[in-house]
């Protein structure tokens, strides 16, 4: 008895100290949110948007309704309403700036159809942007969708392309009911015997395999030809499971701002800067119950059922976890098709002793010997230092590694591809080395050298340090081009 009562005594010391800790976070959190900017109306204003019921029961045309009723609603309450310190160059929400996306041909933050000329389309391609993105991010595969005879839906997710504040009330679940809208807008499009594919960059991605997936339980749903992921959110890191934690003292308004992560001017046109805890709480429900079903659905033997995965993936990536990538994705494959390919750190680059031993050693620890059910292929240096790019090429099932040119090199100051990076050339008007002189959308982002003072910028360097564009895109665009019917 003596031993049950100390026993029921140090598990109630255990949950009171748990408890105390809790507490003393939250208090932590709240004290630490109040050192952090004011909230500006992009951060308070938060425009209603179709929920997942009702986009259930919308098609595109009710879905673009929608849209332009939340940018209208944006218009009235946030840029009509600025306060004359937030009238400035920098704020993508002022009119005058030359930064508002209003300005500009096409508004990019929008949802898009891109029609192929000529008659009916060969196939139709569903495209969905990452986290806080837009659909601009998804424009180039798009349009090379387009060049071959197919249709292109850029799908703006829900909670996006308008104000940060969206994103303290949206739900995953609302943004797969808006891709499972743009599958039947696509099948629409091109009919029952056309092909369709489904790409995914980053959140996107995560989306673009649970549609798949969900295919293969539910009849109803529009099944795809074939995925192509891009820095695919599969799992994120461990702090995203207690982000809702963070949160709590939100509820009440003194403690207003503790419901965001990051809270920064907003200079891109078509990127929210400002972060809410909400995002990351949704991406880890999302990663959670994608890597769950697919353990499942591997355990019954019927992963075999999906069409042919093409993933694009950094070894090094700040934002989404790369073993996730090659474990919980790529090692739960079968079947036909399947292929994996790997940008590593550029080894020949001047800082070489300076990149960290997690870094350059992140290749070997992502791939698992040969050999592998699916193909897999690894873009980096033919020698070390000769700054010559190669495939390594390794046949799913096979142990030979075939080594081939790609004919592009690293550029001299860049030691690594970064996550943002991967769908972005380097003549994107925004985020490119060499940006299009045809194109401007008010700043160059991927042409910015950080050299100067320190607390000179209104921002983190490291922010604007990190790779906008990918120097491999090309390779990048023409192994997704192997895979579209042919153009006429």
Same mark, same amino acid.
């Given at each position: 008895?003596?031993?049950?009562?100390?026993?029921?005594?140090?598990?109630?010391?255990?949950?009171?100290?748990?408890?105390?800790?809790?507490?003393?976070?939250?208090?932590?959190?709240?004290?630490?949110?109040?050192?952090?900017?004011?909230?500006?109306?992009?951060?308070?204003?938060?425009?209603?948007?179709?929920?997942?019921? &009702? #986009?259930?029961?919308?098609? /595109?045309? +009710?879905? $673009? =309704? *929608?849209?332009?009723?939340?940018?209208?609603?944006? @218009?009235? %309450?946030?840029?009509?309403?600025?306060?004359?310190?937030?009238?400035?160059?920098?704020?993508?929400?002022?009119?005058?700036?030359?930064?508002?996306?209003?300005?500009?041909?096409?508004?990019?933050?929008?949802?898009?159809?891109?029609?192929?000329?000529?008659?009916?389309?060969?196939?139709?391609?569903?495209?969905?942007?990452?986290?806080?993105?837009?659909?601009?991010?998804?424009?180039?595969?798009?349009?090379?969708?387009?060049?071959?005879?197919?249709?292109?839906?850029?799908?703006?997710?829900?909670?996006?392309?308008?104000?940060?504040? &969206? #994103?303290?009330?949206?739900? /995953?679940? +609302?943004? $797969? =009911? *808006?891709?499972?809208?743009?599958?039947?807008?696509? @099948?629409? %499009?091109?009919?029952?015997?056309?092909?369709?594919?489904?790409?995914?960059?980053?959140?996107?991605?995560?989306?673009?395999?649970?549609?798949?997936?969900?295919?293969?339980?539910?009849?109803?749903?529009?099944?795809?030809?074939?995925?192509?992921?891009?820095?695919?959110?599969?799992?994120?890191?461990?702090?995203?499971?207690?982000?809702?934690?963070?949160?709590?003292?939100?509820?009440?308004?003194?403690?207003?701002?503790?419901?965001?992560?990051?809270?920064?001017?907003?200079?891109?046109?078509?990127?929210?800067?400002?972060?809410?805890?909400?995002?990351?709480?949704?991406?880890?429900?999302?990663?959670? =119950?994608?890597?769950?079903?697919?353990?499942?659905?591997?355990?019954?033997?019927?992963?075999?059922?999906?069409?042919?995965?093409?993933?694009?993936?950094?070894?090094?990536?700040?934002?989404?976890?790369?073993?996730?990538?090659?474990?919980?994705?790529?090692?739960?494959?079968?079947?036909?098709?399947?292929?994996?390919?790997?940008?590593?750190?550029?080894?020949?680059?001047?800082?070489?002793?300076?990149?960290?031993?997690?870094?350059?050693?992140?290749?070997?620890?992502?791939?698992?010997?040969?050999?592998?059910?699916?193909?897999?292929?690894?873009?980096?240096?033919?020698?070390?230092?000769?700054?010559?790019?190669?495939?390594?090429?390794?046949?799913?099932?096979?142990?030979?590694?075939?080594?081939?040119?790609?004919?592009?090199?690293?550029?001299?100051?860049?030691?690594?591809?970064?996550?943002?990076?991967?769908?972005?050339?380097?003549?994107?008007?925004?985020?490119?080395?060499?940006?299009?002189?045809?194109?401007?959308?008010?700043?160059?982002?991927?042409?910015?050298?950080?050299?100067?003072?320190?607390?000179?910028?209104?921002?983190?360097?490291?922010?604007?340090?990190?790779?906008?564009?990918?120097?491999?895109?090309?390779?990048?665009?023409?192994?997704?081009?192997?895979?579209?019917?042919?153009?006429?």
């Amino acid at each position: 008895m003596r031993i049950i009562r100390s026993a029921s005594w140090l598990l109630w010391r255990i949950v009171l100290g748990i408890g105390a800790f809790a507490i003393a976070l939250v208090a932590f959190r709240a004290w630490d949110s109040e050192r952090g900017p004011p909230l500006q109306p992009w951060h308070l204003v938060v425009p209603e948007e179709l929920r997942a019921e &009702a #986009l259930d029961a919308a098609d /595109w045309p +009710d879905y $673009l =309704a *929608a849209e332009e009723a939340t940018f209208a609603a944006v @218009r009235a %309450r946030v840029t009509e309403a600025l306060e004359p310190e937030a009238r400035i160059p920098a704020n993508r929400y002022f009119r005058e700036s030359p930064l508002f996306p209003g300005r500009f041909p096409r508004d990019w933050n929008r949802s898009f159809a891109l029609e192929p000329e000529g008659a009916d389309p060969l196939g139709a391609v569903v495209l969905l942007h990452g986290l806080t993105d837009a659909p601009y991010s998804m424009r180039h595969i798009a349009e090379h969708y387009r060049r071959r005879g197919w249709v292109a839906l850029g799908l703006r997710l829900p909670a996006h392309g308008t104000v940060p504040a &969206a #994103l303290t009330d949206v739900t /995953w679940e +609302d943004w $797969l =009911a *808006a891709a499972r809208l743009a599958l039947r807008e696509a @099948r629409r %499009r091109v009919g029952p015997g056309r092909p369709i594919h489904l790409v995914g960059y980053s959140n996107g991605g995560a989306l673009a395999m649970k549609g798949a997936l969900d295919a293969l339980e539910d009849p109803r749903l529009t099944r795809v030809d074939r995925l192509v992921l891009i820095s695919p959110m599969i799992g994120v890191t461990a702090f995203a499971r207690f982000a809702g934690l963070a949160a709590l003292p939100a509820s009440l308004p003194r403690f207003a701002r503790s419901a965001w992560l990051d809270i920064v001017p907003e200079f891109n046109p078509f990127k929210y800067n400002s972060f809410p805890v909400n995002g990351a709480r949704q991406s880890y429900r999302l990663t959670t =119950a994608l890597q769950q079903q697919m353990q499942r659905l591997a355990a019954e033997g019927r992963l075999a059922l999906l069409p042919p995965v093409l993933t694009f993936q950094s070894v090094v990536d700040f934002t989404v976890s790369t073993r996730s990538v090659a474990e919980a994705l790529y090692g739960s494959l079968t079947g036909m098709g399947h292929e994996l390919v790997l940008f590593d750190v550029n080894r020949s680059a001047a800082i070489g002793p300076l990149v960290t031993p997690a870094a350059a050693g992140a290749l070997d620890r992502l791939l698992p010997p040969s050999p592998r059910p699916w193909r897999s292929v690894v873009i980096g240096e033919a020698g070390p230092g000769d700054g010559v790019v190669v495939e390594r090429v390794t046949e799913a099932g096979g142990r030979e590694e075939r080594v081939t040119p790609i004919g592009l090199r690293w550029p001299r100051e860049v030691y690594s591809l970064s996550h943002v990076a991967l769908p972005f050339p380097a003549g994107d008007a925004l985020y490119g080395f060499d940006p299009d002189p045809a194109e401007d959308f008010g700043v160059r982002l991927g042409t910015i050298a950080l050299r100067g003072e320190r607390g000179v910028l209104a921002v983190s360097p490291a922010v604007l340090a990190r790779l906008t564009f990918n120097p491999f895109f090309p390779y990048l665009l023409a192994r997704i081009g192997e895979g579209i019917v042919p153009a006429r």
